[in-house]
C-alpha cells in the first residue's frame, strides 16, 4: 500500500491503519483511490446503533490485558503528572528531557495514561519517583494517591483517558472530515458537558505516609507563563489601527523565515485587514516558506489570535524558544489534540504545550 501512497510516510500510513492519528481529508482520498473505494466509506459513525467501539477497539488491545487498578493508577498518574507540570514553570518538555531523562514521546505516553506504571521500565519509574522525591515505587503510589484524596487533581481528570471526551472529540473529527470531503453533514459537535469515570467512583483507601503530603511539589503553584505573544500586541499596539470603514479593522504583519521551518516576530512593515471576530491582540504573520504543503504557500500571511485555542480541523502557532511555529492540527483516537508540519516532517503532541504558547489562525491571506 505504501508504494501506492508516495504522498503518505509509511509510518504516518502505518498510524493511519492501527487508529493512532486521525488522516487529513487528501489522505482519505489517495487512501481511497489506492483501494478504489469513495473516501467517504474510509469513515466509521460511532453514532450507529450497531457500532460498537469495544468491538472495534479490541483488535488494537490484543489479547494482553491489565487489571482495572493498574489502569486506574496509569490516569492518576497521568494527572498527577499533569499537575506537577502546571505547578513548576520550569518543568518544560526539554527540561524533563535533559534533567529527569524522560523523553517527550514517554511524557505523552505517560500523560495519556497509555502505559500502567508497572510496566514502564526503572529507568522511567526511576525517574518519576526523582520528579516526585518518592524513595520508591510505593512512596510514588501512595503520593499520588494522596493527591487523588485531597482533589487536587480533580482539575485535570477529566482531560485524562476519558472515553466519553474522545468518543465527542472523535465524532467531531470525523463530522468535519465528512464535511471537507462531501459538503456539511448533520453530525453534531462536543456541546455537551462530558463526566469522567474516575471522578464518580469511590475514593481509594487513604494511604499511611511518613510525612505531610502538603509539602510536596505537586502542591506548589507556579506563576504561570506569560504569552510571548502580550510582548508582541504591546509593541505593536501603536501601529494597529481601524481604517475609515468602522467595519474594516488592519493589524501589522510579522513574519521572517528561520531554520527548521520556524518564523521570527520580524515586523514586516505591513498590514492586513483581519475578521470581525479577530481578538485586540490579532497580528498578521507572514508564512515564509511552504511549511504545511503547497495548499499554503509561503507568501500567505495568517490572521492569528493569541486569545484563542486552537482547535483539530484548523492552524495553530506555536511559540517555541527560537520562534514561532504554524501546525495543521488534528485529534487522534484517543482524543489527543495533535500537531503537524510537512516541511520538517514534525508531529507535535499539542496537549503537552503550554496553553499560554498557543494561538489559532483565524484566517489566511494569499498575497
Do not use: C
Not at 470603514?245 to 515586523?267: C, K, N, Q
Not at 504573520?285 to 484563542?308: E, F, K, N, Q, Y
Amino acid at each position: 500500500m505504501s508504494e501506492k501512497l508516495p504522498t503518505i510516510t509509511y509510518i504516518r500510513l502505518s498510524k493511519i491503519e492501527r487508529g493512532e492519528i486521525f488522516a487529513r481529508a487528501g489522505e482519505l482520498r489517495d487512501i481511497a483511490a489506492a483501494l478504489g473505494i469513495d473516501a467517504g466509506e474510509l469513515l466509521i459513525d460511532i453514532d450507529d446503533p450497531d457500532f460498537d467501539i469495544s468491538a472495534w477497539a479490541d483488535p488494537l488491545h490484543g489479547s494482553d490485558r491489565v487489571d482495572p487498578a493498574a489502569e486506574r493508577f496509569a490516569v492518576l498518574l497521568a494527572a498527577a503528572l499533569r499537575t506537577r507540570r502546571a505547578a513548576d514553570d520550569a518543568l518544560t518538555i526539554a527540561a524533563l528531557e535533559h534533567e529527569y531523562g524522560i523523553a517527550p514521546v514517554i511524557l505523552s505516553r505517560i500523560e495519556n495514561a497509555l502505559k500502567p506504571f508497572d510496566r514502564w521500565n526503572e529507568e522511567v519509574r526511576a525517574s518519576l519517583r526523582r520528579l516526585f522525591a518518592a524513595a520508591d515505587d510505593g512512596e510514588l503510589i501512595a503520593i499520588v494517591t494522596e493527591a487523588h484524596q485531597r482533589g487536587d487533581l480533580d482539575p485535570v481528570l477529566p482531560l485524562v483517558a476519558n472515553p466519553e471526551l474522545r468518543i465527542a472529540k472523535s465524532r467531531g473529527r470525523i463530522a468535519a472530515l465528512r464535511d471537507e470531503l462531501h459538503g456539511p453533514s448533520r453530525a453534531q459537535g462536543i456541546t455537551r458537558a462530558v463526566p469522567h469515570p474516575l471522578l464518580d467512583r469511590p475514593p481509594l483507601d487513604r494511604p499511611s505516609l511518613g510525612r505531610a503530603m502538603s509539602e510536596r511539589p505537586m502542591l506548589e503553584r507556579g506563576a504561570g507563563r506569560r504569552r510571548a505573544a502580550e510582548a508582541l500586541a504591546e509593541d505593536a499596539g501603536g501601529d494597529t489601527m481601524v481604517a475609515e470603514h468602522p467595519s474594516v479593522r488592519l493589524v501589522p504583519v510579522f513574519g521572517s523565515p528561520l531554520a527548521d521551518g520556524l518564523i521570527a516576530l520580524t515586523p514586516a512593515g505591513a498590514q492586513v485587514e483581519a475578521p470581525r471576530n479577530a481578538g485586540p491582540r490579532a497580528y498578521g504573520l507572514r508564512l515564509g516558506r511552504a511549511t504545511l504543503g503547497a495548499g499554503l504557500p509561503g507568501r500567505s500571511v495568517l490572521i492569528v489570535d493569541p486569545d484563542r485555542f486552537p482547535s483539530a480541523g484548523g492552524l495553530a502557532v506555536v511559540t517555541e524558544a527560537e520562534g514561532l511555529r504554524v501546525l495543521s492540527v488534528t485529534l487522534d483516537r484517543h482524543g489527543r489534540m495533535l500537531g503537524y508540519s510537512e516541511n520538517p516532517d514534525l508531529e507535535v503532541a499539542i496537549d503537552e504545550l503550554d496553553p499560554a504558547n498557543l494561538a489559532t489562525v483565524l484566517a489566511a491571506v494569499f498575497e
